[in-house]
């Protein structure tokens, strides 16, 4: 079945505890990219990834790291989390070429204490 | 960069009727604008996309308008079930799904 999944769904930690949010797609889509959800602002981008090793920032990346080392994963890191990073995030995949349906994941809810 | 407003922020109708969402864009270079219906607890999916060399794009009960020249798109929904409650967002980028924003969404309600 072709799907992106993350990992965890349900994340509470707590201020500056490094952590990583998995996410892979088993579409052989070359276009990847992370959304934070929060209330009332939509879905803002935070990275994006157009091929094994090319990454850019989004909108909102100030606090986040990523890296494409291999197509399939796009793991987004939080070096030292804290609290106004509580937020839902998506993971998305496309295929990158034009009119690509974007494809997102379950989402990963991040309680930052 | 690209800035995108969408209203309105919520939207309440009878099923059956029709249910119109607008959005605005700032960045005259953006050229790829979908639409992604959110159920409660559920991801984003897309339902329907236009490109800018396009005025207007249809898929049986929901369609898309494009004006360039003023820089607005609209989402509009004809005989709307209750199913079709979600919360509605619109996009904007100037490169498929690169650098993609998206409007602050709109929380359709379909009354049965």
């Known amino acids: 079945e072709a799907q992106v999944t993350q990992n965890p769904r349900y994340l509470i930690t707590v201020t500056g505890k490094k952590l990583t949010v998995t996410c892979s797609q088993n579409?052989?889509?070359?276009?990847m990219s992370w959304y934070r959800q929060d209330p009332g602002l939509g879905l803002r981008q935070i990275y994006y990834s157009m091929n094994v090793e090319v990454t850019d920032k989004g909108d909102v990346p100030e606090g986040y790291k990523v890296s494409r080392k291999e197509k399939r994963n796009f793991p987004l890191i939080l070096e030292s989390p804290s609290p106004n990073q509580t937020s839902l995030y998506f993971c998305?995949?496309?295929?990158?070429?034009?009119?690509?349906?974007?494809?997102f994941g379950p989402g990963t809810r991040l309680l930052v204490l | 960069g690209e800035n995108v407003e969408q209203h309105p922020s919520t939207l309440s109708v009878q099923e059956g009727d029709s249910a119109v969402i607008k959005c605005t864009y700032s960045d005259s270079a953006s050229n790829y604008f979908p639409w992604y219906k959110q159920e409660l607890g559920k991801r984003p999916q897309l339902i329907i996309d236009i490109r800018s060399n396009v005025g207007e794009k249809k898929d049986q009960r929901i369609a898309v308008t494009l004006n360039k020249t003023a820089k607005h798109f609209s989402l509009h929904i004809t005989e709307t079930q209750p199913e079709d409650s979600a919360v509605y967002f619109c996009a904007a980028s100037i490169n498929n799904n690169n650098d993609m924003r998206f409007g602050a969404g709109t929380r359709l309600t379909v009354k049965p």
């Open positions: 998305a995949s496309s295929g990158g070429g034009a009119g690509e349906t974007q494809y």
């Open positions: 579409m052989n889509h070359e276009y």
